[in-house]
Every structure is written in C-alpha cells, then in structure tokens.
C-alpha cells in the first residue's frame, strides 16, 4: 500500500514546467498533485559516482525542486564508463560542477545545492537536515553508516542501493515510518562494521549498464515516497544479479523488537574457533556462508552453503539441524544465528568469520607448501 506523501504540494507549476513534465500529469496515480509534491520536495544526495548520477538526472529531470549533491571528489577517466554525469571535458572538475550543470540544463526550476565536501558520522546530520529524504549512492560502508545513522536521527527516509560487479540490492530504510509500516534501518542488514572489508569498485569491478539500472531505480523509490503513491521497498528489498538477468524481491525484517517487560533475553549465540571448525563439520553441522556474491567471489570456506544475509532472514526456516553461520568478520553471521536459533535451529557462529579463518588456514597451507618443496629438493 502507498505511505502518505512526505510533502505538501507546491501551491503550483508556471507554465513551462507544466509542459515539461506534462507526462507525469496524466499518470494514473501521480497526476498534478504528485507533481507539485515533487516541485515542493527537498532530496539529499549522496555521491554523485555510478549511483548518484543516475539519480540526480532522473530526480532533475521529473522536477524535483531542491537537490543536496554531496560528494568531495573531483572527475577522473575511469569515472566515465558509469557516471554519467561527467563528460571529458569535466575531468580534473569536481562532481558538484557536473551536478549543478547538468540538472540546471534538464530543469531550470530545480535548485541543486552542491556540497564538496565529505561527509562523516560527525557531519551526516547537519548536512542532511533539512531534506526531506536522502538517496545513499556513496561507494564506502562508513560513510553509508554515517548516513544512515544521521537519517535515523532526523527521522526521515532513506533509499538505499548497493552495487558491486553485476550484482545491487536496492531498498528503502526508515526508524520512524508512519504507523503500520515497517521500522527497518540498514543494520537490520549489515551490522555496524560487519561489512567494511568488501572490496573497493576498483578490485572487484562495476558493470557500467547497472549503475543506470539501480540509479533508476533509487530515484522511483523517492518519486514514490515523496509523492505517497506506489509501494516502496521498506522491508523488501530487491536483489539483482545482471549477468543472469534476474531480479528477485527478499523481505527483510527488524533485527530488534520491543519484548514485553516479562520477556526472558534469549541466550547468546555461541561461537566455534576457526581451528573447531573441522570437527564440527565433521559431526554434520552445516557451514552457512551469508555474504553478498561480490565477496564470496573472492574466496569461500570448501562445503559452504552461499545465502546472502537477507535471504537467510526472509526464510530462515528453511534450514534446520546444527549450522555454522560465517561472514566476513562475525557480524552479519550473528544476525542470522540469532533468526535462526529463533525457529529452533543449532546456529552457532564462526568467530571473526572468514577472515579469522584465513589467518589460520593461510599459515597452514603456505608451511605445508614449504615442505613439500624441500621434499623435492
């Protein structure tokens, strides 16, 4: 079901603009009232990279009044097979300047308020007030962290998209949403510095096309929230995988509700050392390995089973028995230990998680090298 709108209607159009976005006006759904929401509406956007741009063409050229791009970094050549907001012309330029430029061309009536600076968790609030939601295109989970924090304490939306080589997830989280929708924030997915060690768009690529695909899709979500039509992604979220050409929807659910005073506290999960690992695969636990495609390209635990965190909370009675759940660091893996151990599954969780497990294996396998080559010798 459609939220209520986010803004009051602009009190109207002049002319020109009427006519340029006269498609919006006879959309089922939309029509004139959602447009002059959108005249009125203030969007923060973070990043104006592979995602940002996307975005802030789309919300430029549907009329948006009042675009916040913030972002610190200037255009470089690699930039340009996915921001499409920079030309060659603009390299060595600051994003912003592209930004400004170019929704000034697709909308005189929007105003872009350009922000070249980095914004921290120090930052994220007073640069974000005021908006009435943001868009998160940035390329970093600490800045993501800082933003979501910063949304969470000025109580407003947050349209979130992550891409990494041809897989994205696009969804929308919100602490104070309105009465009988979802209360759903970003570590209800990735808990605090459970995912700061996935690697960089440098080491594992980004398909340019995608970023059109999700930008796309980022600016909906907001077009949908300010205008209080459609049914935005709060505690869906769509995972896309480029190179299958699939696109499936997860729910996903508040990691942490209210209980009743009388509640008992769950038990903590329990954790297995990497070096126990062996023997409790041994004794037929399952190994559960919940991180994303991007990184479990990188490398796996031999006999794990591949479900990424929001699919294992969408369904997490679709396991059972004794499970070892592993990710990156331990913190993902505990969310979902705690989802399972829920419907009555034995989840335990890898202690320090795969890269614990890497510093123990890695030692091992390089001494075992070295004596099979002395061996030889």
Request: overall charge negative.
């Amino acid at each position: 079901m459609p939220l209520p709108p986010l803004v009051d209607p602009a009190p109207s159009l002049d002319a020109a603009e009427q006519e340029r976005t006269l498609r919006h006006a006879v959309l089922p759904g939309l029509g004139e009232f959602g447009q002059r929401r959108l005249a009125a509406a203030h969007v923060a956007v973070i990043g104006a990279g592979g995602l940002g741009s996307p975005v802030i063409l789309a919300l430029a050229a549907a009329g948006v009044g009042t675009l916040t791009v913030i972002d610190d970094d200037v255009v470089e050549l690699s930039n340009l097979q996915r921001q499409v907001l920079h030309r060659i012309d603009d390299l060595g330029r600051p994003k912003t300047d592209s930004a400004e430029r170019i929704a000034r061309d697709l909308s005189p009536t929007t105003e872009v308020r350009a922000r070249r600076e980095r914004l921290t968790a120090d930052t994220a609030a007073e640069l974000l007030r005021g908006a009435d939601l943001v868009v998160d295109g940035s390329d970093s989970f600490v800045t993501r962290e800082a933003v979501a924090d910063a949304t969470e304490t000025l109580g407003i939306p947050l349209v979130w998209g992550a891409l990494q080589g041809a897989a994205a997830q696009v969804t929308v989280f919100w602490a104070t949403p309105p009465e009988g929708a979802p209360q759903v924030v970003l570590d209800d997915l990735y808990p605090t510095g459970s995912a700061h060690d996935a690697p960089s768009c440098a080491e594992a690529g980004v398909l340019g096309p995608l970023c059109l695909q999700v930008g796309g899709l980022l600016a909906t979500e907001a077009v949908k929230l300010i205008a209080g039509v459609g049914e935005p992604l709060l505690g869906r979220i769509l995972v896309i995988d480029a190179w299958a050409g699939a696109v499936r929807e997860v729910p996903l659910a508040a990691a942490r509700r209210s209980a009743p005073a009388a509640t008992v506290p769950v038990s903590g999960v329990p954790e297995i050392a990497p070096a126990q690992l062996g023997a409790r695969l041994e004794d037929g636990a399952a190994l559960l390995d919940v991180r994303e495609p991007w990184e479990t390209d990188r490398g796996v635990i031999p006999g794990s089973i591949l479900r990424p965190l929001a699919e294992v909370l969408a369904d997490p009675g679709a396991l059972a028995g004794s499970v070892v759940v592993v990710c990156q660091a331990g913190g993902r893996a505990r969310r979902a230990a705690e989802a399972l151990r829920a419907r009555g599954v034995d989840a335990a969780v890898l202690a320090g998680g795969y890269s614990a497990w890497l510093a123990v294996t890695e030692p091992r396998a390089a001494a075992h090298a070295e004596a099979r080559a002395e061996a030889r010798a």
